[in-house]
């Protein structure tokens, strides 16, 4: 061409492209290919936006009658020349050049370039995944389309034409094939758990890994085989009762502990702890003789466990959380037959944390029997009992143990018949003195646990 500037068409932005800009377009675009506009944008130079760049070539080349050349690919055809001279298109062209330098200056510092989403391997915070595939670069049974990769099949081949069966060779091959289908199953099922349970967000599950102890982190990791025979929903389930009820055991065991201890009440048990753990962290002694004492390194210290829900169902405040929280009906009928308050304030000493809002139960002593002393010495079992049923066993000379085993027989030929029960079933339930049963049946009924018929 014999003019160093040509335009070829009327832009969207105002600003028409120069030759050069249009030779710079069109070899970025066999340079980068079609749709890297940002780096055809880049190529250009003199402040050209991508959006921009795209908008020309569509307008231009596309949407013209000519395609794939543009409306005025003739180099006769000098009409534009004349309706715009030279030194109005270098006068927009600085005029552009200016405005959008002064843009960029003003403009606020751009975010930094983010590794952009693309279905490899390296992408994703599970290694080997590809997130757009949803594959693995290592899947289950890998080699399997090793088997089937060189396996051909044409039309007619397989049936023997004089006798009309299948021949040996097909039959193998639709055995390998069958193989083949059923290790695609299976790999089909491993991700479909993997996607299920949630599996590939690795952070969040080692975020909750941590906050576990030792111990709950292994019941778990045996427990992850039933995630193949269950959905999320059942898993989480079962996962968070095996949980629950690994905290209780331990949270028994630690009771258990503080009651050989004689330790009465939940804050003494819990300065117990704090001792314990600060005397299992002392450096041990050694002796005045001991000639390696300087040179031998000290022992590491045990690594100190995340407290875990355990620590929840012994602290001093549970009382208070139990009695702000709603129990269902199976935990307060188990504390009634364990012999704690009906109340949901009832401590683990039995011993209720408020005034009830009944009358206390007073009990008619019997004739001939004067009350007996019961002591943590002389009655294993008296710390299961509240303060009125302590009362109750003084008067009637019963062994705690025995209260309970009255009391539990009672309250379940009461649950028989919807709760109600008369005092006759009650003698005939427990073969003991009447008048003791009468007892036990009037403070059941004055508590609540049953009702008189």
Not at 19 to 39: K, R
Not at 102 to 109: G, L, M, T, V
Not at 227 to 255: C, I, P
Not at 323 to 335: D, E, G, I, R, T
Request: charged share 30%.
């Amino acid at each position: 061409m014999l003019f160093e500037w040509i335009e070829l068409s009327k832009p969207r932005s105002g600003y028409p492209y120069l030759l050069d800009e249009e030779l710079l377009l069109l070899e970025g675009a066999e340079v980068y290919g079609l749709g890297s506009w940002a780096d055809i944008a880049d190529h250009i130079g003199g402040y050209r936006t991508k959006d921009e760049v795209r908008d020309h070539y569509i307008d231009t080349y596309v949407k013209s009658t000519n395609f794939p050349l543009p409306e005025r690919a003739d180099p006769k055809d000098t009409s534009l020349l004349a309706e715009n001279p030279r030194d109005i298109f270098q006068a927009r062209k600085k005029r552009r050049i200016e405005e959008r330098k002064n843009a960029a200056k003003a403009a606020p510092p751009a975010a930094p370039k983010q590794k952009p989403t693309a279905s490899v391997p390296a992408c994703h915070e599970v290694q080997g995944y590809m997130p757009g595939r949803l594959e693995f670069e290592t899947e289950f049974a890998n080699e399997a389309e090793e088997a089937v990769q060189h396996m051909q099949f044409d039309p007619g081949d397989g049936i023997n034409p004089r006798t009309g069966e299948i021949e040996p060779e097909m039959e193998l091959k639709m055995v390998v094939m069958d193989i083949y289908n059923s290790r695609l199953t299976t790999r089909a099922e491993r991700k479909k758990v993997i996607f299920e349970h949630h599996l590939l967000e690795y952070r969040k599950n080692a975020a909750l890994d941590k906050k576990r102890t030792k111990e709950e982190r292994d019941l778990l990791n045996k427990v992850k085989p039933f995630a193949r025979m269950t959905n999320h929903k059942d898993f989480q389930e079962l996962s968070s009762g095996l949980e629950y009820e690994h905290n209780l055991r331990q949270a028994v065991t630690q009771l258990q502990d503080w009651r050989q201890m004689r330790i009465g009440d939940l804050k003494t048990g819990e300065k117990y702890e704090g001792e314990k753990q600060t005397r299992a962290q002392r450096p041990a002694p050694t002796g005045s003789f001991d000639r390696l004492a300087g040179i031998r390194p000290p022992k590491p210290v045990p690594p100190i466990e995340t407290p875990s829900a355990t620590t929840a169902l012994t602290a001093p405040e549970l009382p208070e959380r139990l009695k702000n929280s709603q129990l269902p009906f199976v935990f307060l009928a188990a504390n009634a037959v364990n012999g704690q308050s009906k109340g949901p304030a009832a401590n683990v000493n039995g011993n209720s944390s408020h005034t009830s809002s009944k009358m206390q139960y007073s009990v008619a002593p019997i004739a001939g029997l004067s009350p007996l002393k019961l002591t943590p010495d002389n009655a294993t079992d008296i710390q299961l009992l509240t303060t009125e049923e302590a009362e109750l066993c003084s008067v009637l000379h019963m062994m705690p143990k025995a209260y309970l085993t009255i009391k539990e027989g009672v309250m379940r030929e009461a649950m028989k018949t919807g709760g109600s029960m008369k005092r006759k079933s009650a003698r005939e339930v427990c073969k003991i003195d009447g008048t003791k049963v009468s007892r036990v049946y009037d403070f059941l009924v004055h508590s609540g646990w049953i009702q008189k018929v």
